[in-house]
């Protein structure tokens, strides 16, 4: 009987996943961002302005399906900065966004190893975009890319909320 029924299980499973994975994206789906915090020599902070929202932000966006976090913000940074990495990305947290919605969680890279040949043109996503001291951020910067700057060069505690 024991045998039968792995049987029927393991025949059944796939299917069966794929119904549990169905009802959880309906009931309990979940949204995930990423954005980094790309630093320069001059320890200077990437940041972009966006055509469609107010405000300077860390570069970054949504995950895609079939896409790792790490995938995902190597691809934000190529499109949003024309930044390549030339060494690896420190997961710096992962952080609740219940401005955005009770669903979405961002995740923080910490960049310092990269290639950047120039700062692309302005385009219908990014209207603006350049490195910045943090001691002087460009007016209109984000309550939550002050808050991320501020625990990874300032040291400050890590807030679980984006802010």
């Known amino acids: 009987m024991g ?7 393991r025949k059944f499973e796939p299917l069966l996943r794929r119904i549990f994975h169905t009802w959880f994206l309906l009931a309990r789906g979940m949204t995930l961002g990423v954005r980094a915090v790309v630093l320069d020599a001059e320890n200077r902070v990437f940041l972009v302005r966006h055509s469609y929202i107010q405000g300077w932000y860390l570069p970054g ?8 976090m790490e995938q995902a913000m190597r691809r934000e940074l ?3 900065g024309d930044i390549d990495l030339t060494g690896e990305a420190v997961l710096h947290g992962i952080f609740f966004n219940d401005h955005v919605s009770r669903r979405d969680h961002v995740a923080v890279y ?8 120039r700062l692309p043109a ?3 996503e990014i209207v603006e975009c350049g490195f910045f001291a943090v001691t002087a951020l460009p007016e209109g910067t984000t309550q939550g890319t002050r ?11 890590l807030i679980a909320t984006w802010r």
């Open 78 to 80: 190529k499109e949003e």
């Open 147 to 157: 808050q991320r700057i501020a625990e990874v060069i300032g040291g400050q505690k």
């Open 110 to 117: 910490v960049v310092r190893h990269f290639r950047q040949d």
């Open 61 to 68: 966006g949504g995950v895609d399906l079939g896409e790792t």
């Open 122 to 124: 302005p385009n219908h």
């Open 3 to 9: 045998e039968r029924l792995n049987r029927v299980r």
